[in-house]
């Protein structure tokens, strides 16, 4: 490590006061951040179970949008033993719309087993932090870092991004993902000095400074530590692969209405994408090259929605009922004045926005 850091002259210890000085002066204001006092350190201490809430709401997600949910559920489960004992269809309610459903399973498993296995305390330890339900090696390595101020090499997209420009990395992401990590870990690993403010600072550094587009090396405080900088490369970095198309799928969306006017919906299985979520029942969802049968009594709205996930795009074709003999059994009839009220993920409010 200590060649890589050397390469071009980077005295860690500068590096790390320049970056501290500045997030001293410059840090972002978070509803789940404690803000810092510098060197003499902050008389509040964070709240673990915030900074454990935030950090998972911020996995593939950004500030701004998790502002308001994040307000939402502190405000309804104060605690985490408030979380353990909601129930899972609310806390899946007040979740819609942030996607990436699994998270909000492991979310109200995780608070289960603090609240009854560890008296509500989470644990400090990076083993027993990735112990738990939906907690991998970032979330715990951050959880460690900003909640306990223990050393910890925290690695976010952020972080990826300045550590590719400081260190001119060229190779494309993700196959530079060890080596950025590895790069993070030289200015981080065992350092004492303020870990947590250290892991949040080069997160408000890449946010807000070394931006994806366009970074404004001008108000940088380690501009001469730059190798990208002074390359004239670091905009192009992280380089990227050149995007796969994604694949396409298609297939049916119901919207079956009873003689209350009421709308049919069910329950979404656990295994399936969106997995626990409330949402129209639809057909199987399939590579466009394959054909979908039309069901019997459904009549072809001619009306379609997109919508795209992480890892394909989908187009549903609605098609609609008044007859509920199609229908099977296990399904939720909600009242039309009502759906606007549902906690819907956003591929079936885009439905419910068309019909309604
Ligand atoms: Fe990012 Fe520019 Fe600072 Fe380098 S000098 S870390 S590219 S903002």
């Known amino acids: 490590m200590a060649n890589l850091t050397t390469s071009h002259n980077l005295n860690i210890d500068d590096f790390r006061h320049k970056i501290l000085s500045w997030y001293d002066k410059h840090q972002r204001t978070l509803p789940w951040r404690v803000p810092s006092k510098g060197e003499k350190g902050s008389k509040s201490k964070p709240n673990p179970y915030y900074v454990w809430l935030s950090e998972i709401m911020l996995q593939q997600t950004t500030v701004v949008t998790v502002g308001p949910y994040f307000h939402k559920f502190i405000e309804k489960w104060p605690t985490v033993h408030d979380l353990a004992s909601a129930i ?4 899946m309610h007040e979740w819609a719309g942030l996607g990436y459903y699994a998270r909000a399973r492991n979310l109200h ?11 509500g305390v989470f644990p400090q330890t990076q083993k027993e932090l990735e112990e738990l339900p939906g907690i991998g090696g970032y979330t715990s390595a951050a959880v460690r870092a900003i909640a306990f101020n223990k050393p910890a090499n925290v690695v976010d997209g952020n972080i990826e991004r300045v550590m590719a420009r400081i260190y001119a990395v060229t190779q494309p992401m993700p196959d530079s993902k060890p080596r950025l990590k590895e ?9 004492e000095d303020r870990p947590g403010d250290y892991a949040q600072a080069l997160m408000d550094l890449g946010s807000s400074v070394c931006t994806p587009k366009s970074p404004r090396c001008m108000l ?20 990227r692969k050149a995007k796969k198309a994604k694949p396409q799928k298609h297939g049916h969306v119901y919207w079956i209405e009873n003689k209350k006017g009421e709308i049919a919906f069910e329950r979404r299985d656990e295994k399936e994408m969106l997995g626990g979520m409330l949402g129209l029942p639809t057909s199987n969802w399939i590579e466009k090259s394959e054909k979908i049968e039309f069901k019997d ?23 609609g009922s008044s007859n509920i003999k199609n229908a099977q059994k296990d399904l939720i009839w909600m009242p039309k004045s009502k759906l606007s009220e549902l906690g819907l993920p956003t591929l079936f409010k885009k439905v419910v926005k068309l019909m309604n």
């Open 88 to 91: 899972q269809d609310d806390v």
């Open 109 to 119: 498993k995780c608070a289960k087993v603090v609240s009854e296995e560890l008296d």
């Open 183 to 191: 790069l993070a870990a030289g200015l981080a690993d065992d350092r």
């Open 220 to 239: 940088c405080p380690v501009r001469e530590m730059c190798l990208g900088y002074a390359q004239g490369i670091a905009d192009t970095l992280p380089a």
């Open 297 to 319: 009594g459904y009549e072809d709205k001619k009306v379609f929605i997109t919508h795209s996930f992480t890892h394909f795009d989908l187009k549903l074709h609605i098609q």
